[in-house]
């Protein structure tokens, strides 16, 4: 199976520690962000995060809990967070969500596309600064 060819990602500017405008201009939707972080194949967040859902099984401990982050961090935080946490910490173990260049191991059927859309991300953003208690 062939590589598919790059798709070219929406531009954003990043600002401090944060990309203050949505990705693209998109709206996300915080229901379909909460599905996407509990999706164990897309978003697969809860592999290394606790999330604000008890009764989810099999959560991770390796990243910061996902409880009241919309408290501790703005949108635009979360969002350079999801697209690419190595801007912050070279050193991160978080995978770049939206991100195509410099990566290594990925299976041919995903090289040249991020792993989530600008629409996905700002629906998981949109989802992630809703959670505002710890």
């Known amino acids: 199976m062939a590589a598919s060819p790059a798709l070219a990602l929406e531009p954003y500017r990043i600002v401090a520690d944060a990309i203050p405008e949505a990705l693209g201009g998109k709206i996300g939707d915080a229901s379909r962000g909460a599905a996407l972080v509990r999706d164990r194949e897309r978003g697969n967040c809860l592999i290394c995060h606790q999330g604000d859902d008890p009764s989810e099984p099999f959560q991770g401990s390796i ?7 919309g408290a501790r961090l703005e949108a635009g935080q979360i969002r350079l967070r999801l697209v690419d946490m190595s801007r912050l910490d070279p050193q991160t173990v978080m995978p770049p969500y939206f991100r195509i260049e410099n990566m290594r191991d990925v299976a041919p059927a995903y090289r040249g596309q991020p792993a989530l859309s600008a629409q996905e991300i700002e629906d998981v953003v949109s989802y992630l600064a809703s959670l505002k208690t710890e």
């Open 63 to 69: 990243g910061p809990s996902l409880k009241g982050v």
